[in-house]
């Protein structure tokens, strides 16, 4: 792709977002916008899996200007979980999401290098408290860079004053109750779906030592709806890749840690479906119980 021209727009009153997903020439036309926060959300996958620490270090070495760095793995998860990246109380995931500048009146902009899930996390995230003004950069990191994006480096800037987050709680998230009931049958018209890599729907990998899917579900991998550069097809052909899911009357996603499932959502929300929602613990709070069945057939 040729590179996209940049511009510092001058103070407006109200900047919205014109989607929840936007590509590289949108917010190389915003940078610098009033009430515009860009975060990069990535987490990258250290010796022994998703390393947060990491994800700051990265961000400091290159980022979009003007960008902080969202700690998907600390300070915007539950610390009181056994699992990670637990969708934390909102007595601590507002004040979090404050300090870094998000309040009623900010548009919000998440990146990620790595499959647009990270971002797409907290972009869920933050449509399970009501908060709607928040787009994804289609592509991500790599989108920015290939378009001939500006970067920078270096800490943190300021963070600015705190301002009113508005919660309005949404059922963007499920528990294992609500799992449980449809492994049980009592929920056969939903449709419950893995989407992780087939390799972990059909039991060749495994998480926590334990290897396939929750009975009843079916595979949609997060990066079947992604092309070659990650970002997300043409809404023609995320129609074809998720009919499977046309007649289902909800549809409820999990993966390893309730991240990339939030890719699939995503992705029904591009293509006008919006009764879904997302097992936050996914196999990493499913497989630690060995009673809790998985399948391994398809």
């Given at each position: 792709a040729g590179a996209v021209e940049f511009q510092v727009l001058q103070p407006s009153s109200i900047l919205s977002v014109p989607g929840r997903l936007v590509d590289t020439a949108w917010l190389a036309g915003?940078?610098?916008?009033?009430?515009?926060?860009?975060?990069?959300?990535?987490?990258?996958?250290?010796?022994?899996?998703?390393?947060?620490?990491?994800?700051?270090?990265?961000?400091?070495?290159?980022?979009?200007?003007?960008?902080?760095?969202?700690?998907?793995?600390?300070?915007?998860?539950?610390?009181?979980?056994?699992?990670?990246?637990?969708?934390?109380?909102?007595?601590?995931?507002?004040p979090a999401l404050r300090e870094l500048g998000i309040h009623d009146g900010a548009a919000v902009l998440v990146y990620d290098d790595f499959l647009n899930m990270w971002a797409t996390r907290l972009w869920w995230m933050l449509r399970a408290i009501g908060f709607t003004n928040v787009a994804v950069l289609d592509g991500g990191w790599k989108a920015w860079v290939r378009a001939g994006g500006p970067i920078a480096s270096g800490a943190a800037h300021a963070a600015p004053p705190a301002r009113p987050l508005s919660v309005r709680s949404r059922a963007s998230f499920v528990g294992l109750g609500a799992v449980q009931a449809h492994v049980a049958r009592q929920r056969q018209s939903e449709a419950l779906v893995c989407a992780l890599p087939r390799e972990y729907f059909t039991g060749v990998e495994t998480i926590g030592g334990r290897g396939g899917h929750i009975p009843g579900s079916i595979s949609i991998p997060a990066a079947s709806l992604l092309d070659a550069e990650g970002r997300f097809l043409p809404k023609d052909e995320l129609r074809a890749r998720l009919s499977r899911l046309d007649d289902a009357s909800s549809i409820t996603l999990y993966c390893g840690g309730g991240i990339s499932a939030t890719v699939v959502a995503f992705a029904l929300g591009l293509v006008g479906r919006e009764d879904v929602a997302v097992y936050d613990g996914s196999l990493e709070e499913w497989n630690a119980d060995s009673s809790r069945l998985l399948a391994v057939e398809g």
């Amino acid at each position: 792709a040729g590179a996209v021209e940049f511009q510092v727009l001058q103070p407006s009153s109200i900047l919205s977002v014109p989607g929840r997903l936007v590509d590289t020439a949108w917010l190389a036309g915003h940078i610098g916008a009033t009430d515009l926060v860009v975060l990069d959300a990535t987490v990258p996958y250290g010796p022994h899996g998703p390393d947060g620490r990491l994800g700051l270090a990265r961000w400091r070495e290159a980022h979009i200007p003007g960008s902080n760095h969202a700690d998907l793995q600390g300070a915007l998860s539950d610390p009181a979980s056994a699992f990670s990246f637990t969708f934390p109380p909102t007595e601590k995931l507002v004040p979090a999401l404050r300090e870094l500048g998000i309040h009623d009146g900010a548009a919000v902009l998440v990146y990620d290098d790595f499959l647009n899930m990270w971002a797409t996390r907290l972009w869920w995230m933050l449509r399970a408290i009501g908060f709607t003004n928040v787009a994804v950069l289609d592509g991500g990191w790599k989108a920015w860079v290939r378009a001939g994006g500006p970067i920078a480096s270096g800490a943190a800037h300021a963070a600015p004053p705190a301002r009113p987050l508005s919660v309005r709680s949404r059922a963007s998230f499920v528990g294992l109750g609500a799992v449980q009931a449809h492994v049980a049958r009592q929920r056969q018209s939903e449709a419950l779906v893995c989407a992780l890599p087939r390799e972990y729907f059909t039991g060749v990998e495994t998480i926590g030592g334990r290897g396939g899917h929750i009975p009843g579900s079916i595979s949609i991998p997060a990066a079947s709806l992604l092309d070659a550069e990650g970002r997300f097809l043409p809404k023609d052909e995320l129609r074809a890749r998720l009919s499977r899911l046309d007649d289902a009357s909800s549809i409820t996603l999990y993966c390893g840690g309730g991240i990339s499932a939030t890719v699939v959502a995503f992705a029904l929300g591009l293509v006008g479906r919006e009764d879904v929602a997302v097992y936050d613990g996914s196999l990493e709070e499913w497989n630690a119980d060995s009673s809790r069945l998985l399948a391994v057939e398809g």
